[in-house]
C-alpha cells in the first residue's frame, strides 16, 4: 500500500479522528452525519476515506437526511465504493430512524397544540410523495386512542365515507377529532377541497357530538393548522 492510499483509510487515522473511537469515547452526538454513515458503510474506495465518500453522498443530497432517505438503490450505488450491500445498509438505517420517529406515541400523545399534531404526523407524511389523509381520535383528555390512513392519492370531500369514519369513532369512543393530510409540493395553503372535506366531517360530527378540533396540512419542513388560523 502506497502512503497515498493510506493516508485515505480510516484506520491510519488518528484515534481520536476515526468514527467508531470518536463514538465510543466522545459519545454518538459528538459525529458528523457523515461520520455517522461512514460507521454503516465501514470503507471507503482508493480515492477517498468512508467519511469523504459519505459526506459527497449528503453532498448530493443537499445534506438533508430527510432528502437522501428519498434515495434509491440505484441512485446510492451510482457513488463509487457503495456496492449493493453498502446501499441497503444506508437504506434500512434511514428507514428505523423514520420509524423511530413515528414509534413512541406515549411522548407526543396528549395533543396542547398544532405542533403536536405535526410532531406526531410529520414522520408519517412528512416527506412522501403522493397524499395521505389521517384521522386521529381523542378521548376527553385530548389524548391520541387511534389513528388511521382514510385515504391515499388526490383528497376530495367525495373519498370520504363519513359514515365508515364516524361508526370506526363511535366504536373507538372517540370524543373528537384531528384531521392532518399532506401537501407533497410543500405548498401550505389549503385548497378548496381541503376546505370543504373539513367542514363535511365537522357536520357529521355534530349531530354526533364529536368535535373536529384540527385540520393540519404537513409538509417537509412545516405545517398549517385550520385552528391556528380560525378556519375551522
Not at 5 to 31: A, C, M, Q, T, V
Not at 122 to 133: C, R
Not at 213 to 224: A, C, S
Amino acid at each position: 500500500m502506497t502512503s497515498s492510499s493510506k493516508s485515505f483509510s480510516i484506520k491510519y487515522w488518528s484515534e481520536d479522528d476515526r468514527p467508531r473511537e470518536k463514538l465510543i469515547h466522545k459519545g454518538k452526538s459528538s459525529l458528523s452525519d457523515a461520520e455517522l454513515l461512514a460507521i454503516l458503510i465501514g470503507s471507503g474506495n482508493r480515492e477517498e476515506s468512508a467519511v469523504e465518500l459519505c459526506k459527497k453522498i449528503l453532498h448530493a443530497s443537499e445534506n438533508s437526511l430527510h432528502k437522501l432517505a428519498k434515495f434509491n438503490l440505484k441512485q446510492l450505488q451510482e457513488f463509487k465504493g457503495i456496492g449493493e450491500a453498502k446501499a441497503i445498509s444506508i437504506m434500512a438505517a434511514l428507514e428505523l430512524g423514520k420509524r423511530r420517529g413515528a414509534e413512541p406515541l406515549e411522548e407526543f400523545d396528549k395533543i396542547t397544540s398544532s405542533k403536536d399534531v405535526f410532531r406526531i404526523m410529520h414522520p408519517y407524511i412528512g416527506d412522501l410523495d403522493h397524499e395521505q389523509f389521517w384521522i386521529l381520535m381523542l378521548n376527553n383528555s385530548n389524548k391520541v386512542i387511534f389513528k388511521f390512513s382514510l385515504s391515499k392519492g388526490g383528497i376530495t370531500a367525495t373519498m370520504v365515507d363519513t359514515r365508515l369514519l364516524y361508526k370506526s369513532a363511535l366504536a373507538q369512543g372517540a370524543t373528537a377529532l384531528i384531521l392532518a393530510h399532506n401537501h407533497p409540493s410543500g405548498t401550505l395553503q389549503p385548497s378548496q377541497a381541503d376546505k370543504t372535506i373539513t367542514q363535511k366531517i365537522k357536520n357529521a360530527g355534530e349531530l354526533l357530538d364529536i368535535k373536529v378540533l384540527d385540520h393540519i396540512i404537513v409538509t417537509e419542513k412545516t405545517y398549517f393548522s385550520f385552528a391556528d388560523e380560525s378556519l375551522l
